[in-house]
């Protein structure tokens, strides 16, 4: 096994929306006290990724996995834990040191219409980014390479003259993976790059992103919903729940049998093309808010296997015989 | 340019030649502005040329009133100047004080808007307090206060030689809090967005992606609230010499011509006031409808709801 | 079973400044009572804008050009405006995707609903009112409904929120719901749960429902019949697990292969190439010539009606002989 691309050691990310300072103040017991609101994202995330890998992380809204990406990515500083890139830890660095990981480390967003700038002509986005890391390219090879970059995401290099409002979804898609690939990166995070397209595009994106992979040996980090295209891509996939990581594995081995309650009732849930009764497991409750995390297991309110060991103690990810990790108390104790 | 006839399709463009009293208005600003650019050779008379003036011409009426003169088709003022001529240049001194005053704001606006709102936080907070005092002041309050200082230090007859930068000043730094809301309204908004995100991918320095990213996304509000301010400078200036604070009555703005012009309102010359005070209101309302137009264009919530 | 809504040879235009549009083009379907149907499509292919036509909702530039809407025997597209309240809201209810674009922010849910019951019935008495208000939010599950009547709608997750929207479309009795994404904005689990009561109170209250959605697996679980929507017109339709199981039109064929499977892992999958043709610039022929793998010359200058194809699927493609065209 080679060294691992990215590992991501104990990520706590940690959001403080509680406002100015006097929104802070409050009063009660008779003094005046200050307390602050934490969304708590992500909460002890640890993964390792390998060059050339994909790996996706799936989850539920709000469950912190695109604040995974992002963190990951340096777009919001962590609280605690470690992020190491080749070995090299890139968490805290400051504009300077983090030059060269930012040529390595690219991202491609979700939303065509939002991620390219709306003033900026094609030539600028793509061209920005390339000249600021590589100021010795001469305008013909900065052209060049934009060319070469377009005909490599399915694009026509004519475009590059025009602006963003005059391609479709799917375009400007292709557009935001030419952005990320013109510095020559070794790992992209994907935040649910296909969910805002259309059924007939989404596929186009995704072999070119298997492509692409392939091709210059891409490690991708895919965050997403859709379960299915999760299935089609990955080599592992992390299972989160309310900024925890509650079941990794090959992706196989995850689909064949999930192991964890809440992966189960997610996978559970996927509508299948076949239709007819479907097997779907009910989950109670709703998910809590990530202000007030439950205590224990962040599952126990929802899981049909509780007792009062999830209730007391945060369980950790264990590795089973095939390999997986599983952060269950059931699992662990052999009942479920 | 492809950008000409990127124009000419633009939705601007489509709305502008449907909207009648845009053209109208674009036409009357674009007629008073040339005038005033090229006064001294538009204006039949030299108002601050004291060989021109001629005490035995004061209170002629304009031509179309009994006892009006051709050589001064709208009249003279107390001292003889042809009102024609000193309307055109005293709307030259507005239009001038209006886009000064105007272009201080936008950059001391725009700037701190930017970097508060995009770093927010502590700087953020710091300045928008700042504004929050800088608006509960009346200009008025500070324009007086700050004249009579400077009238005091350089004396009276100097003052007029610097009045235009001064009331550049005072109406500049009174006003920039119009702007640094407005932009910072509008830097919330777009550093929320993707794109912006991805430019901190790409290791962009801060500062680059705020003036390079996020400021030409801010441009239609502050093309929007210039059109207004333009209108509001012009008149500030106008209530500032009415109030005798501003320009001195040898080079008088419209302001001050008016205000010159006010103690003979009784006595029958009407025209020294009237006059002025139209061409203002046409000016400022010119201003204020292109501003009304555009801000249509730009934020078609604001018609349509 | 009786017929509950005809849809038939609608005509649907745009007059934009620059020029008229046409967003659908002659779409015919049918739907029994109590019957599930799905019209699927990409975004553009037309199918919000069926939808929103039979309720007569299309906003301003766009108007009904043709065809007719058969409600019981009434031609909706034709009753005016009057005789469209009475109906709208009441006997045909419509759901929308973004909960939180229906529900007024700052009014009670129990107040949402009970307007709504005044607006149909203004001599309701408000205990009766009420009443109904509960009966309906247990029906869609809603936990303790006496207490989450005085709620406002911020204090409901998105799931819950869904449910109400459910909730307030079902207060008249309807016997037609009109569905628009309805489950695009939730979760996977949320959305199992959704689909499932839409399933149970179709057949509990012996509701028409049609749902309209881009998601193929969606329309797989929740219908009965499918209508496939492309360019603003209808390209295939028929029982759902027929269609999806032996697609007839090409367009369904690359689209339902274009769904990720689980038994071909991390292989390219099958891509029909190019996009959707706006509304403005649909080719000549069959709109889908341009991206078909099985083009033919006839393609490009006819336009194919729906006939049936191999498995009796009505598909609009000239693979299939003619001569059969469906009327109504």
């Known amino acids: 096994m080679s060294d691992p691309l990215l590992t991501v050691k104990n990520l706590y990310k940690h959001f403080d929306i509680s406002g100015g300072f006097l929104d802070q103040i409050g009063f009660s017991g008779g003094k005046f006290t200050r307390t602050r609101t934490l969304v708590k994202a992500v909460n002890n995330i640890s993964f390792e990724l390998k060059a050339g890998e994909t790996f996706s992380v799936v989850g539920e809204s709000g469950c912190g996995k695109s604040t995974l990406g992002r963190t990951i990515m340096g777009l919001y500083p962590p609280n605690s834990g470690e992020i190491l890139y080749r070995g090299d830890r890139i968490d805290g660095l400051d504009h300077q040191r983090m030059l060269p990981y930012r040529k390595k480390m690219q991202m491609v967003f979700q939303d065509p219409y939002a991620s390219l700038n709306p003033r900026k002509t094609i030539r600028q986005a793509l061209g920005d980014p390339l000249c600021y890391h590589n100021p010795q390219l001469n305008d013909g090879e900065v052209k060049d390479r934009i060319d070469e970059v377009m005909l490599q995401v399915g694009g026509d290099p004519q475009w590059i003259s025009r602006m963003p409002h005059e391609f479709s979804g799917g375009q ?148 089973l015989n095939d390999g997986r990790q599983v952060a269950c108390h059931g699992v662990e104790e052999g009942r479920i | 340019m492809s950008t000409h006839g990127k124009f000419k399709d633009s939705f601007l463009w489509y709305s502008f030649k449907r909207d009648k009293i845009a053209i109208a208005s674009l036409l009357v600003l674009v007629v008073l502005i040339f005038i005033s650019v090229f006064a001294p050779l538009i204006a039949p008379y030299n108002p601050y040329d004291p060989e021109m003036i001629d005490i035995m011409n004061s209170e002629i009426p304009p031509v179309w009133e009994d006892g009006g003169e051709k050589a001064f088709l709208l009249g003279t003022d107390s001292q003889g100047r042809d009102m024609l001529s000193t309307m055109i240049y005293g709307m030259r001194i507005s239009i001038i004080i209006g886009l000064g005053a105007v272009a201080l704001q936008a950059v001391l606006g725009v700037l701190i808007g930017l970097f508060a709102g995009y770093h927010g936080g502590r700087l953020d907070a710091f300045f928008m307090r700042a504004a929050d005092v800088q608006l509960s002041f009346s200009y008025l309050m500070v324009a007086i206060f700050m004249s009579a200082i400077l009238q005091a230090i350089v004396g009276v007859a100097r003052f007029g030689e610097i009045a235009v930068p001064f009331l550049i000043l005072v109406i500049g730094f009174s006003q920039w809090p119009q702007y640094a809301r407005t932009v910072r309204g509008s830097v919330l908004a777009e550093r929320k967005k993707e794109y912006v995100e991805a430019a901190r991918v790409a290791g962009f320095t801060s500062a680059r992606i705020i003036l390079k990213q996020i400021f030409p996304n801010t441009l239609s509000p502050i093309l929007v609230l210039s059109t207004i301010q333009v209108a509001n400078a012009v008149m500030s200036e106008a209530a500032l010499s009415f109030l005798g604070l501003g320009m001195p009555i040898d080079r008088p703005s419209l302001g001050s011509l008016i205000n010159s012009g006010f103690e003979y309102i009784f006595s029958g010359a009407w025209w020294i006031t009237a006059l002025p005070g139209l061409l203002l209101v046409i000016l400022v309302l010119s201003i204020n409808m292109l501003g009304d137009f555009l801000r249509d264009v730009f934020n078609p919530k604001l018609y349509k709801g | 079973m009786k017929k509950l809504l005809e849809v038939k040879d609608l005509v649907i235009k745009f007059a934009l400044r620059t020029g008229e549009v046409t967003a659908t083009n002659g779409v015919s379907f049918t739907l029994k009572k109590g019957e599930r149907l799905g019209l699927v499509g990409e975004s553009g292919a037309g199918k919000s804008v069926t939808g929103f036509s039979i309720i007569n909702l299309i906003s301003k530039p766009g108007y009904i050009a043709a065809g007719k809407v058969d409600f019981l025997g009434e031609d909706l597209a034709k009753i005016g405006d009057e005789k469209m309240r009475s109906i709208r809201g009441n006997r045909i209810s419509m759901i929308f995707q973004d909960p939180m674009m229906t529900l007024n922010p700052v009014l009670t849910i129990g107040t949402q609903m009970t307007e709504t019951l005044h607006q149909h019935n203004p001599q309701m008495g408000k205990e009766e009112a009420r009443n109904i208000a509960l009966d309906k939010l247990r029906k869609v599950y809603i936990p303790s409904p006496e207490k989450r009547l005085d709620q406002y709608p911020h204090e409901f997750s998105g799931g819950m929120r869904q449910r109400i929207i459910i909730a307030i479309a079902l207060l008249t009795d309807p016997e037609l719901i009109i569905a628009d994404e309805p489950t695009t904005a939730l979760d996977v689990t949320i959305q199992a749960e959704i689909m499932e009561l839409l399933i149970e109170l179709c057949e509990t209250e012996d509701m028409g429902l049609i749902l309209i959605t881009h998601d193929l697996a969606v329309v797989g679980q929740v219908t009965q019949n499918i209508a496939v929507m492309y360019a603003g017109s209808v390209v295939e339709k028929g029982p759902t697990a027929q269609v999806i199981a032996e697609p007839q039109h090409p367009y369904t064929q690359g689209l339902i292969a274009a769904l990720p499977q689980s038994s071909r892992h991390g292989e390219r999958l099958n891509q029909i190439p190019g996009m959707m043709p706006t509304l403005k610039d649909i080719p000549p022929g069959c709109a889908f010539n341009p991206r078909c793998n099985q083009v033919m010359d006839i393609c490009k200058t006819e336009t194919p009606g729906l006939r049936p194809g191999k498995n009796g699927n009505l598909a609009a493609c000239h693979l299939y002989p003619p001569g059969q065209e469906e009327q109504g």
Not at chain 1, 204 to 223: E, K, P, R, S
Not at chain 1, 226 to 233: I, K, M, N, Y
Not at chain 1, 276 to 300: Q, W, Y
Request: hydrophobic share 40%; net charge negative; proline share 7%.
């Open chain 1, 172 to 319: 400007r898609q292709r557009i935001s993976i030419a952005r990320a690939l013109i510095v020559d990166p070794e790992f992209v995070v994907a935040d649910e790059p296909i969910s805002a397209l259309d059924v007939s595009i989404q596929a186009q994106i995704l072999n070119l992103m298997m492509d692409l992979q392939q091709q210059y040996n891409l490690a991708y980090l895919f965050v997403a919903h859709d379960l299915s295209v999760v299935e089609h891509l990955s080599d592992r996939v992390g299972v989160m729940y309310l900024g925890t990581m509650c079941e990794l594995s090959e992706t196989g081995i995850l689909f064949e049998r999930p192991r964890h309650p809440y992966t189960q009732a997610l996978m559970s849930a996927i509508p299948k093309l076949t239709g007819g009764a479907s097997d779907h497991m009910r989950l109670k409750g709703e998910v809590p808010t990530p202000i007030n995390l439950p205590s224990g297991c962040v599952f126990h309110g929802r899981c049909p296997h509780v007792n009062q060991r999830c209730i007391d103690e945060i369980p950790q990810l264990c590795t």
